[in-house]
């Protein structure tokens, strides 16, 4: 209910969970067997946060068996292994001539929006979904908002445009009318030229665009690290930074 869609949720299951414990009934799964799966999935060359997310699908599976009755007990309780180690976390942003760096090598890259998406969440603070499938109706000019009807908290919520944010908004959309696409306000922001579509990543454009920046490390969701960061070394509250990231909790900020 607080997902936009199931389907990845799906190819796990059948990718990691339905060939070692699909065919078993769910009285029938142990601890033991859960600690073997997971021991398989570091052989197979899973890192531990990988197969700890892969743990917690399944421990969700069977909690739900749990509420509903189907099972008296979930065996995660049983298991030896319930989390792998992961060590510290390590919190990214990017100084000012790593975003210079950076919005330099987008601007180089092929793909037609690149550039503008990533300064696009450069200002904004956006999650990266939340852009993707923002579509031009989205958009309360007089407010200066962009409205997300589902966010990741499972909650509707509306990002705040800045003035620069709205010229970005309206390259995009020369760049969209360049390319031939409708920009009506029933179209996607961002669509594929090829799919007419949404698009479904930008991750290897911009895996491309961070090499050539020299900055290997530094994902797509650093970038509302660096929004947030921005944020606070210019004066702003921690509940102002939080309510600008969609923040649902305030220890999250």
């Given at each position: 209910?607080?997902?936009?869609?199931?389907?990845h949720?799906?190819?796990?299951?059948?990718?990691?969970?339905?060939?070692?414990?699909?065919?078993k009934?769910l009285?029938g799964?142990?601890?033991?067997?859960?600690?073997?799966?997971?021991?398989?999935?570091?052989?197979?060359?899973?890192k531990?946060?990988t197969?700890?997310k892969?743990?917690?699908m399944l421990?969700?599976?069977?909690?739900?068996?749990?509420?509903?009755g189907?099972?008296?007990?979930?065996?995660?309780?049983g298991?030896?292994?319930?989390?792998?180690?992961?060590?510290?976390?390590?919190q990214?942003f990017l100084?000012r001539?790593?975003?210079s760096?950076?919005?330099?090598?987008?601007k180089?890259?092929?793909?037609?929006?690149?550039y503008?998406?990533?300064?696009l969440?450069?200002?904004?603070?956006?999650?990266?979904?939340e852009?993707?499938?923002?579509k031009?109706?989205?958009?309360?000019?007089d407010?200066?908002q962009l409205f997300v009807?589902i966010?990741?908290?499972?909650?509707?919520?509306?990002?705040?445009?800045?003035?620069?944010?709205?010229?970005?908004?309206?390259q995009v959309q020369?760049r969209?009318?360049?390319?031939g696409?409708?920009?009506?306000?029933?179209?996607?922001?961002?669509?594929?030229?090829r799919?007419?579509?949404?698009?479904t990543?930008?991750?290897?454009?911009?895996f491309?665009?961070?090499e050539?920046?020299?900055?290997?490390?530094?994902r797509?969701?650093?970038?509302?690290?660096?929004?947030?960061?921005?944020?606070?070394?210019?004066?702003?509250?921690l509940p102002t930074?939080?309510?600008?990231l969609?923040?649902?909790?305030?220890?999250?900020?």
């Amino acid at each position: 209910a607080t997902k936009r869609r199931s389907t990845h949720d799906v190819y796990l299951f059948n990718k990691h969970i339905r060939p070692t414990l699909g065919a078993k009934p769910l009285a029938g799964i142990t601890g033991e067997d859960i600690d073997a799966w997971m021991l398989q999935q570091i052989d197979d060359g899973y890192k531990s946060s990988t197969v700890n997310k892969h743990a917690s699908m399944l421990k969700r599976i069977i909690n739900i068996a749990v509420h509903w009755g189907y099972l008296g007990n979930n065996p995660f309780k049983g298991a030896a292994i319930r989390k792998l180690p992961v060590g510290d976390y390590v919190q990214r942003f990017l100084t000012r001539s790593e975003i210079s760096q950076l919005l330099s090598a987008c601007k180089r890259s092929t793909h037609p929006y690149l550039y503008l998406f990533v300064k696009l969440l450069l200002l904004t603070g956006a999650r990266k979904s939340e852009l993707r499938l923002a579509k031009w109706r989205d958009i309360d000019a007089d407010k200066m908002q962009l409205f997300v009807a589902i966010s990741k908290s499972g909650r509707s919520r509306t990002v705040q445009l800045s003035a620069a944010a709205f010229i970005v908004l309206e390259q995009v959309q020369q760049r969209s009318a360049a390319l031939g696409l409708d920009t009506a306000r029933d179209s996607w922001i961002f669509t594929n030229p090829r799919t007419q579509l949404p698009y479904t990543s930008f991750h290897i454009a911009f895996f491309r665009a961070r090499e050539a920046a020299h900055l290997p490390t530094v994902r797509i969701h650093d970038l509302r690290h660096t929004y947030a960061s921005h944020a606070i070394l210019s004066g702003e509250s921690l509940p102002t930074t939080g309510k600008l990231l969609g923040h649902a909790n305030p220890r999250t900020t």
